[in-house]
């Protein structure tokens, strides 16, 4: 017998249109939205934010600058993965402020800002490489995010097909504070589900002894 979480493995599909008539529930939706912000981040820096859209009209500006795709006006919640461009500089306060909340001592706090302001060095010294870092540490969210609602029996579909500055100006973002990551959105499926293709156990993993 199966357990739940595989089954909610075999369940997740890229949900291509959503059931409009269905609603996800406020548990469930705050269950999915708890499992991205209990997700795992480098340095533990948690250098997101998830916007939750219900307002149908803005999901309607929304659309065509993600490819006028049918997911973003059908489903229940739309989730704007958002990652953190400003906080993650160490000048911003906010890498500090993260690593205090271990109760650490003042030295080793101070140590281990330094050792995250060398070894990001290069990676935050523009935004560009600033995105490039935190965007990755959104897609651990949205994984545990898409996991969580197939536990529930909600579909979902991780979007990277957008526009990007265009969507971030629907949304008013300060880009220089943060920017859009992934664009994913929450519903039922109102189509049975595709089959599902991968690769073979043996060509994917590879032990080494």
Known sequence: ???????????????????????????????????????????????W????????????????????????????HLVILLCDIQNARVESGIPAQRFARSKKDKQKQELYLGIYANHLKD????DEKTYAWTSKQAYLAAANMMTAAAVKGIDSCPIEGFSKEEVEKVLGLDTK??????????GYRI???????????????????
């Open 49 to 76: 934010k998830f916007l939750v859209i219900t307002n149908e009209e803005l999901k309607a500006k929304i659309r065509p600058f993600c490819w006028d795709q049918p997911q973003i006006t059908t489903c229940s």
């Open 177 to 186: 504070k943060q920017q859009l990551a992934l664009v994913l959105p929450f």
């Open 191 to 209: 189509k049975p589900q595709s089959e599902q293709l991968r690769k073979k156990f043996d060509d994917v993993v590879e032990f080494i002894k």
């Open 123 to 126: 990676t935050l010294s523009t």
């Open 1 to 47: 017998m199966q357990n739940t979480f595989e089954q909610a493995m075999d369940f997740r599909h890229a949900c291509k249109v959503f059931d409009e008539s269905k609603k996800i529930n406020d548990d469930d939706i705050c269950y999915i939205l708890e499992a991205g912000r209990k997700s795992p981040s480098s340095f533990g820096m948690e250098l």
